[in-house]
T-cell receptor, first 113, second 114 residues
Framework: GQQLNQNPQSMFIQEGEDVSMNCTSSSIFNTWLWYKQDPGEGPVLLIALYKAGELTSNGRLTAQFGITRKDSFLNISASIPSDVGIYFCAGQQPASGNTPLVFGKGTRLSVIA | NAGVMQNPRHLVRRRGQEARLRCSPMKGHSHVYWYRQLPEEGLKFMVYLQKENIIDESGMPKERFSAEFPKEGPSILRIQQVVRGDSAAYFC????????????FGNGTRLTVT
């Protein structure tokens, strides 16, 4: 099935640093979503993107829907310890009817205080 | 407004037993999705249901796994004759509409097969 490639797989950063991660695909998507998962919990939606070129912010988080519709990135500014977790991108391909979300394998973020 | 509720949170089964995982979607949501997550992996789609209908089960193993979303009550993911490889976290998500509406996830059921 369709796969999304997330990079990097893991990151170790100092508190206060900015973070950037991305997600790429060989196929076009008409929706990109970014989720965060804390240990023992379900993914929580951070940002949803619906249009190529769209740039959306949610607090210190900013995400963009790539112009080619084959990629998206997520930036976190001024990281804090509670940003620790796994960040997943998810996409939905254009198709008639309902197609399920496809998830990347995640970027594991560790923040060193 | 209660979120997606899954129970149990943890389930231990011996090989050969049956596992039943329950999911109550958010209020007003009629679309339910089940995903499986292995350690260090992303979420893999299993099945998409609306009330009393299976819309897409392309991610479900052909044998031992079944899902339902009855007119009344929660959605159920049923795994018969569990094997060790079924050990994983199973997440349910719901949405108010199907295509292009974000999914809201529950906290999952962690199945351990001994």
């Amino acid at each position: 099935g369709q796969q999304l490639n997330q990079n990097p797989q893991s990151m170790f950063i100092q508190e206060g640093e900015d973070v950037s991660m991305n997600c790429t695909s060989s196929s076009i998507f008409n929706t990109w979503l970014w989720y965060k998962q804390d240990p023992g919990e379900g993914p929580v939606l951070l940002i949803a993107l619906y249009k190529a070129g769209e740039l959306t912010s949610n607090g210190r988080l900013t995400a963009q829907f790539g112009i080619t519709r084959k990629d998206s990135f997520l930036n976190i500014s001024a990281s804090i310890p509670s940003d620790v977790g796994i960040y997943f991108c998810a996409g939905q391909q254009p198709a008639s009817g309902n197609t399920p979300l496809v998830f990347g394998k995640g970027t594991r973020l560790s923040v060193i205080a | 407004n209660a979120g997606v509720m899954q129970n149990p949170r943890h389930l231990v089964r011996r090989r050969g037993q049956e596992a039943r995982l329950r999911c109550s979607p958010m209020k007003g949501h009629s679309h339910v999705y089940w995903y499986r997550q292995l350690p260090e992996e992303g979420l893999k789609f299993m099945v998409y249901l609306q009330k009393e209908n299976i819309i897409d089960e392309s991610g479900m193993p052909k044998e031992r796994f079944s899902a339902e979303f009855p007119k009344e009550g929660p959605s159920i993911l049923r795994i018969q004759q569990v094997v060790r490889g079924d050990s994983a976290a199973y997440f349910c998500a719901s949405s108010p509409q199907g295509a292009n509406s974000p999914l809201h996830f529950g906290n999952g059921t962690r199945l351990t097969v001994t």
